[in-house]
């Protein structure tokens, strides 16, 4: 596997293996999936206005939703979120803020009786928030040096011609290994001597005693929507829709492990990794009324195509208790900064949606998304197959998977109205994958979460002062269980555990109130 471009802040250029910076599978997937967020009215009701229209929302669901309108509108949407991680008795949280919604619909009626309206819309849609902090400390059964070792290994059985020799991982005043195409977990490792060679060319850790290990992790950033929408209706039966999406990507990630051995001291290792981009994607939709009570749904959304920017750095602080060498002092080694640009497609998806409206008093909605994940890639700009190991892995290792969305609402008064809803997001990791942990990391953070299902719960009232002014209020619980590996698996050619890195058990849960204002003229 090789990656597309890597520049040093020691300001020369070079073209290096991706196998030290390439983003993976787990990356991937991270930026592929999409929180369930939007309007406080909608979000009251689980997320499921695909079928329904006339709000903000709606139309990132389903454009043909913007058809609904009959007036113009203005909205905004401010939400407040808690999110807290725990891991055995440890808990960590982060409070996050944000305007995740703010739009423009503009109605204009048409002289016609068969295509009485044409819509206009800008919306901006906060489809997901990175933020989180988790901390974490336990017994593993392997340390990560093994993993290091096995992966600088691996490294020179394939390549026999580039070999990763002790006099190669060492860096002098006049020699940077980082610069050369070696595995930087192997170069920061053996420089920290927290690896040594065995036989030829062949590493083992330092030592083998028995090892404890904390583990702190921040993560941060957002993925921001910006849809232009059109929509028209069709002799007021079937409603029709087109947006185009531009969407913003900023991730931030700061990891911290460290590893206590008995006798032989402790290290850390430490990473930081930002990501920048934009894509674009379209969306389709349409909906029907057979009946007045009745609206059928269904939307097509494109895939995402994103160009992305990575920039990585690492370093390992040793301090150990046995001098590896007679000179030895404890000491920070730093790997310097490597940029990398590359594309993502994140997969297609349908949602079929169904909801029922019994007079002025009674909504109730159903949404079901299907998208299938072994369809996101990720390419170099030049589309040279650097990154076909990696969509290997992706096509293997994830399935298709399905989100349900289900809500209500009841009109108690002219002016209120209270709501409550449930949504499911299934995890699409292949059973295989899920259970053993062995994902394709790659560059020098190996810390990575394999999430499992999620659930939420909601509710929220909603308040018309007069036919123009509306507020919306909503709460949001929700909770997901996930597996936090501290570096992935390996498994030997008959299938049988090598290197253990069992996961410790993450459990999940947010908080999130939002309120919505409104004005339609």
Same mark, same amino acid.
């Given at each position: 596997m090789k990656m597309n471009k890597i520049t040093y802040t020691l300001l020369l250029f070079f073209v290096i293996s991706g196998g030290l910076f390439a983003q993976g599978e787990i990356e991937a997937y991270?930026?592929?999936?999409?929180?369930?967020?939007?309007?406080?009215?909608?979000?009251?009701?689980?997320?499921?206005?695909?079928?329904?229209?006339?709000?903000?929302?709606?139309?990132?669901?389903?454009?043909?939703?913007?058809?609904?309108?009959?007036?113009?509108?203005?909205?905004?949407?401010?939400?407040?979120?808690?999110?807290?991680?725990?891991?055995?008795?440890?808990?960590?949280?982060?409070?996050?803020?944000?305007?995740?919604?703010?739009?423009?619909?503009?109605?204009?009626?048409?002289?016609?009786?068969?295509?009485?309206?044409?819509?206009?819309?800008?919306?901006?849609?906060?489809?997901?928030?990175?933020?989180?902090?988790?901390?974490a400390v336990g017994a593993p059964n392997n340390s990560l040096l093994y993993y290091i070792a096995d992966r600088v290994n691996k490294y020179n059985d394939e390549n026999p011609n580039h070999l990763a020799t002790p006099e190669k991982l060492w860096k002098t005043e006049d020699y940077n290994p980082f610069a050369d195409s070696y595995p930087w977990l192997g170069v920061l490792a053996y420089n920290s001597y927290l690896i040594k060679e065995s036989t030829n060319n062949a590493y083992i850790p330092f030592t083998d005693e028995a090892v404890r290990n904390d583990l702190y992790l921040t993560e941060s950033g957002y993925i921001d929507n910006y849809d232009f929408t059109i929509g028209t209706t069709i002799n007021n039966k079937l409603n029709l829709g087109l947006a185009l999406s531009v969407s913003s990507l900023s991730y931030n990630l700061y990891s911290d492990y460290r590893e206590d051995f008995v006798n032989a001291g402790h290290y850390y290792l430490t990473n930081w990794m930002n990501t920048t981009g934009s894509g674009f994607s379209a969306k389709v939709g349409a909906i029907y009324r057979p009946i007045h009570e009745l609206r059928i749904g269904v939307a097509y959304h494109t895939s995402t195509w994103y160009s992305l920017t990575d920039m990585f750095s690492a370093e390992t602080t040793d301090e150990l208790s046995n001098a590896p060498v007679p000179d030895y002092k404890p000491a920070t080694i730093q790997s310097g900064t490597a940029t990398n640009y590359y594309n993502l497609t994140t997969p297609d998806k349908w949602v079929f949606s169904v909801a029922t409206v019994l007079g002025n008093r009674f909504i109730a909605s159903l949404d079901y998304e299907i998208t299938? #994940?072994?369809?996101?890639?990720?390419?170099?700009? =030049?589309? +040279?197959?650097?990154? /076909?190991?990696?969509?290997? !892995?992706?096509?293997?290792?994830?399935?298709?998977?399905?989100?349900?969305?289900?809500?209500?609402?009841?009109?108690?008064?002219?002016?209120?109205?209270?709501?409550?809803?449930?949504?499911?997001?299934?995890?699409?990791?292949?059973?295989?994958?899920?259970?053993?942990?062995?994902?394709?990391?790659?560059?020098?953070?190996?810390?990575?979460?394999?999430?499992?299902?999620?659930?939420? #719960?909601?509710?929220?009232?909603?308040?018309?002062? =007069?036919? +123009?002014?509306?507020? /919306?209020?909503?709460?949001? !619980?929700?909770t997901q269980k996930d597996d936090l590996y501290s570096f992935p698996s390996v498994y030997n050619d008959q299938n049988q555990l090598f290197i253990d890195g069992s996961p410790f058990s993450l459990d999940y849960s947010s908080w999130k109130g939002l309120v919505t204002l409104g004005y339609k003229f």
């Open positions: 991270n930026f592929s999936r999409k929180n369930i967020s939007g309007t406080a009215r909608s979000m009251g009701m689980g997320g499921a206005f695909g079928a329904l229209g006339g709000d903000q929302t709606g139309i990132s669901i389903n454009p043909a939703g913007i058809a609904v309108y009959r007036s113009s509108e203005i909205v905004g949407t401010f939400d407040l979120s808690n999110n807290t991680s725990k891991v055995g008795n440890l808990k960590e949280s982060v409070t996050d803020r944000a305007l995740s919604n703010l739009g423009f619909v503009g109605y204009f009626p048409l002289r016609s009786d068969a295509v009485p309206l044409v819509n206009f819309g800008f919306t901006h849609h906060r489809q997901k928030s990175f933020s989180r902090k988790i901390s299938d #994940y072994s369809k996101m890639k990720l390419s170099t700009s =030049n589309d +040279n197959g650097w990154y /076909d190991p990696d969509n290997g !892995y992706i096509s293997e290792d994830f399935k298709t998977a399905s989100t349900l969305r289900l809500g209500g609402e009841y009109r108690l008064t002219p002016k209120f109205s209270g709501r409550l809803g449930y949504a499911w997001i299934q995890n699409p990791y292949n059973s295989d994958f899920k259970e053993k942990g062995y994902a394709a990391v790659s560059g020098t953070n190996t810390v990575y979460r394999m999430e499992g299902n999620t659930s939420l #719960y909601t509710g929220g009232i909603g308040y018309r002062f =007069n036919a +123009n002014f509306f507020l /919306d209020v909503a709460l949001v !619980y929700t």
